[in-house]
């Protein structure tokens, strides 16, 4: 079944440590997003790509990373993670090229730093 | 710029009720909106969208959307309402400018149904 994961659901870690969050999709898509979301609010774009070996920033500045070796994995890494770094990261991936344009999303890591 | 606005952080419901959620959006060019559902705990799932054709759309779970071209809006709305629809909805446009046809996420409703 096409679907998109995210792992780890949940990561409590401390600060200082390197960590990566994986996004994998089963859906051919070569559009693939990472949002960043506090608890019940907004989302916000942080990192994009069209496709194998591209990556762009989103609309908010983040300390984060991404790379896109493989179609369908798209990982987020922070390399020293902070507390400020607490929240939800959410992955999706659409179509290039559609005229629809929906992204579809992975259930999400909820990273906490301590 | 391009923006959705989401001008009610909660609604409130009886279950059996009809419920509508707002969003107003402002666009260069034609629009293509979009609403999406957030239970707790997961990530968002679409729910329906318009990018041409009736002003009326039709979406999973029931809900339906109504595209006002004079009014910019693409409100959401279901008929009778079930406490299972209690959850965080988003509104979200395409970015037409940029090229990057990436979508902009209003700031959410949370939507509660009471039983």
């Known amino acids: 079944e096409a679907d998109i994961y995210q792992t780890p659901r949940y990561l409590v870690i401390g600060t200082g440590k390197k960590i990566t969050l994986e996004c994998s999709q089963t859906?051919?898509?070569?559009?693939m997003y990472w949002y960043q979301q506090d608890p019940g609010m907004e989302l916000h774009l942080i990192h994009y790509?069209?496709?194998?070996?591209?990556?762009e920033k989103g609309d908010l500045s983040s300390e984060s990373t991404v790379s896109r070796i493989r179609t369908e994995h798209f990982p987020l890494t922070l390399e020293s993670a902070r507390p400020s770094h607490t929240s939800q990261y959410l992955c999706a991936s659409s179509e290039q090229g559609a005229s629809s344009y929906e992204q579809y999303f992975g259930p999400g890591t909820r990273l906490t730093v301590t | 710029a391009q923006s959705v606005a989401q001008p009610e952080d909660q609604v409130n419901v009886a279950e059996g009720n009809p419920l509508t959620v707002k969003c107003t959006y402002s666009v260069s060019g034609n629009p293509y909106l979009f609403w999406y559902v957030q239970y707790p705990n997961r990530g968002l799932q679409f729910l329906l969208k318009?990018?041409?054709?009736?002003?009326l759309v039709k979406g999973s779970y029931g809900f339906e959307a109504e595209f006002n071209k004079s009014q910019t809006s693409f409100h959401l709305k279901k008929p009778s309402a079930l406490v299972s629809d209690s959850a965080l909805y988003f509104c979200a446009v395409r970015d037409s400018q940029t090229g990057a046809n990436n979508l902009f996420f209003g700031t959410g409703t949370r939507l509660t149904v009471i039983p």
């Open positions: 859906m051919g898509h070569d559009k």
């Open positions: 790509s069209y496709g194998v070996n591209s990556t």
């Open positions: 318009y990018i041409t054709g009736d002003n």
